[in-house]
C-alpha cells in the first residue's frame, strides 16, 4: 500500500457535436562572471545579482540579458552551470621581509570559483602624516573603495598594535561583501615581534588575486548539466519556467522538459544557429509529447551597446530576451498568451541574428516541432509571434497559454487536496473540496483563461470499492479560452447600408 498523498492526474478530453494575478517565478540555469556552482540563489534585484554572480560581461551574454531583467522585474531563482574541475577559487598574500624572513600579514581567496578578480590589487595604505593606516580595494570595485582608517603611527608601533589594526581593517573589508574574503595572518603577537619598517610602509604594500578561473571555458558535460538540473526536481517549488539558454542538445532539453513535466513548469529554450533550416534540424528530437511542458524561440538577438572585444554586437539566446514576456504576460493577464503587440513587444532588442521572411516564419511555426519566431514589424518594434509548445500532437496543450492555464489549476489543486487527506469521506468534503476549487477556478473565468469549468466530488465518483480503498476521488473539467492566431476581416464597398433600429 503506497503513503498517503495526493495526486492530480492531468488529460485531455476533446467533446464537439479580472484576472487571478500569481507572482511569476522563473528559473534561469546559465553561466555567470562568479558565484556558486550548481546551488538555486533567489535574486530579487540587479544589485543583489551582481554582488553573487559578478558583474556581466560579454562572455556571459545571457548573465547580461538577465542583469537588465531584473531592473524591472524582481525576483528570479538562478543556478550557476560551470565546470567544477576547471573552476578554482582566487587567492593571494601580503607579506613583509625581515631579517630574511618572510612575514605573513594579509591573505584573501575569493568566494567563489572566478576569473573575475585575477589581477585586482588590494593595498595597505600608509600615511604618515596623519598616522592611519587603511586598506584600498577600489581595484575590485571599479571605485572609490577603502576599509575604515585606524590610528598607526609605523615608528613606534609594535606587532600587537598592528595586529589589531589589521584585524578592524580586514573585519571591515569582508563586511561589505566584495565577493572576496580577507584572512589576518599576523596573529597571536608579542611586542617583540618585528613590524614593517617605516620604509616599507613608504614603499607601499599591495598584492593581487590570481588563480582563480571561472569554468567557464570549458563545456560541461550532459551528465553534470543533468545533475544541475536536477535541483529543479522541486514537487512543492512554484516555478512557472525554467530557462535554459546555453545547453540546447536535445538530450539536455528533453531532460528538463520531462522535470518540467513532472513538475509543473515550462521550459523555455532557443535555438544558436544562423539559418531556418539549421534550426529545424536543431529541434528534430526535441520531446513532443509533454502536455506543454516545452516552448522554443528563434532567432536570436543583439540588444543595444552591448559589444565584444572586437567591437561587434553580442548576441543574446532568444530565450533570455522572451523571459519579460512572460513576466508581462503574468503581470497584465496571468492566462494570455506571451506573445503580440500587447505583451510580447521586446523593447531591449535593436535587431536580430537572422533575418526571417514571412515564408520562413510559416515554416518554423507549422513545423513538426514548433518554433516560436520574433518578428521585426515595421512601426512595431521586435515581438515575440508565436504561443505555440512543441507539443503539436496535442489538441490542446500544443498552446503556451493553456499549459500556463493547467500547470497553474494542476498546483493549485494539488494545494487545495492536501487539506483533506486524513480527513473523512463524507458528503461535507465533498462539498467542502467542490467549493473551494470552485471559487479558484471562477477567478480564472472571471480573468478570460477559461469559457468554462465543471467540479465533481460525490458519491457517483466516489462509490463504496473505492472509499473501502481510502481514496477519495474528483474531476476538475476546464474548457480554456481560445485566443486569436488568425483574424479574417471581410471589407465590402458598398453604395447602400441599411441600418435598421429596434424599438
Known amino acids: 500500500m503506497s503513503l498517503p498523498r495526493v495526486n492530480v492526474n492531468v488529460g485531455e478530453e476533446t467533446l464537439l457535436a479580472s484576472s487571478n494575478t500569481v507572482p511569476f517565478v522563473p528559473a534561469v540555469v546559465l553561466k555567470t562572471k562568479s558565484g556558486p556552482i550548481g546551488t538555486i540563489e533567489t535574486i530579487t534585484s540587479e544589485s543583489q545579482f551582481k554582488a553573487i554572480f559578478g558583474e ?49 600579514l594579509i591573505s584573501v581567496k575569493t568566494d567563489y570559483k572566478t576569473d573575475l578578480f585575477n589581477g585586482k590589487e588590494i593595498k595597505l595604505v600608509y600615511d604618515g602624516t596623519a598616522h592611519k593606516l587603511w586598506l584600498d580595494v577600489s581595484s575590485i570595485t571599479g571605485k572609490n573603495t577603502i576599509s575604515v582608517k585606524e590610528d598607526y603611527t609605523a615608528d613606534t608601533a609594535t606587532a600587537v598594535i598592528l595586529e589589531a589594526a589589521l584585524e578592524k581593517l580586514i573585519t571591515s573589508i569582508n563586511a561589505a561583501k566584495l565577493g572576496i574574503t580577507l584572512t589576518n595572518e599576523f596573529t597571536d603577537k608579542t611586542a617583540s615581534d618585528p613590524v614593517p619598517s617605516v620604509a616599507q610602509f613608504t614603499n607601499g604594500f599591495s598584492f593581487y588575486i590570481a588563480s582563480g578561473n571561472s569554468g567557464n571555458t570549458t563545456a560541461v558535460d550532459n551528465s553534470g548539466v543533468k545533475t544541475i538540473l536536477d535541483k529543479y526536481d522541486l514537487p512543492d517549488a512554484d516555478i512557472d519556467v525554467l530557462v535554459i539558454p546555453e545547453y540546447t542538445n536535445y538530450e539536455i532539453v528533453n531532460y528538463a522538459t520531462n522535470l518540467g513535466l513532472k513538475n509543473n513548469y515550462i521550459v523555455l529554450t532557443s535555438i544558436p544557429t544562423n539559418t531556418v533550416n539549421e534550426a529545424i534540424t536543431a529541434v528534430t528530437n526535441y520531446s513532443k509529447s509533454n502536455r506543454g511542458s516545452l516552448a522554443v524561440y528563434f532567432p536570436d538577438v543583439y540588444y543595444n551597446d552591448f559589444y565584444n572585444n572586437e567591437g561587434n554586437l553580442q548576441r543574446i539566446p532568444a530565450c533570455m530576451a522572451v523571459l519579460t514576456t512572460y513576466a508581462k504576460t503574468d503581470v497584465s493577464t496571468k492566462w494570455g498568451a506571451p506573445a503580440g503587440v500587447t505583451r510580447g513587444t521586446l523593447s531591449l532588442v535593436n535587431s536580430l541574428a537572422v533575418d526571417l521572411t514571412d515564408e520562413d516564419r510559416s515554416t518554423l511555426y507549422d513545423n513538426s516541432t514548433p518554433i516560436n519566431c520574433i518578428n521585426d514589424i515595421s512601426g512595431r518594434g521586435f515581438v515575440v509571434w508565436g504561443n505555440k509548445t512543441t507539443d503539436s500532437n496535442s489538441a490542446f496543450f500544443d498552446r503556451i497559454n493553456v499549459s500556463k492555464l493547467t500547470k497553474y489549476v494542476t498546483k493549485e489543486a494539488y494545494r487545495i487536496s492536501w487539506d483533506y487527506l486524513f480527513e473523512p469521506i463524507s458528503p461535507y468534503v465533498f462539498n467542502d473540496w467542490t467549493m473551494r476549487i470552485e471559487a479558484m477556478l471562477n477567478s480564472i473565468k472571471t480573468g478570460y483563461g477559461l469559457t468554462d469549468f465543471q467540479v465533481i466530488m460525490d458519491d457517483t465518483i466516489n462509490t463504496d470499492e473505492t472509499i473501502a480503498k481510502n481514496q477519495l476521488n474528483g474531476i476538475i473539467r476546464l474548457k480554456p479560452q481560445e485566443v486569436a492566431e488568425y483574424i479574417d476581416i471581410d471589407l465590402v464597398i458598398t453604395d447602400v447600408i441599411e441600418i435598421s433600429v429596434e424599438y
Not at 531583467?69 to 582566487?90: D, H
Open 56 to 104: 556581466s560581461d560579454y562572455t556571459v551574454p545571457s548573465a547580461y540579458a538577465l542583469q537588465l531583467y531584473l531592473r524591472t522585474y524582481s525576483y528570479v531563482l538562478v543556478t550557476r552551470i560551470a565546470n567544477e574541475s576547471e573552476a578554482a577559487i582566487g587567492t593571494g598574500k601580503l607579506s613583509f621581509t625581515s631579517s630574511d624572513d618572510t612575514i605573513d
